[in-house]
């Protein structure tokens, strides 16, 4: 997850670089704003997939007893197998 999240968080970085460049250098409008917008939000829900898909990998791999424990470290209280994480 790691090595994903990492290369994705780079581009997600460097599309918000770019449109922020973009307004302060005063050379994009609404149609070029909605572009950038819509590439930065396709970045930060690939961003948030990975971690989700980490979290369930993880979580599928414990114990009740471990999953509890995760589940409390993270700050969720426990929410056991038959609730959504």
Known sequence: MQEI?????ERLVTAELALN???HDKTIYAIGSAQHLA???RLYAEVRG???EAHLAQTDAQS???E????LMRGYGYIGRS???
């Open 5 to 9: 999240t990492r290369e994705l968080g």
């Open 64 to 66: 009740p007893l471990q």
């Open 68 to 71: 509890e424990r995760y589940a």
């Open 39 to 41: 590439a930065i939000g």
């Open 50 to 52: 990975a971690h989700l």
């Open 21 to 23: 460049r973009a307004f």
């Open 83 to 85: 609730h959504v994480h």
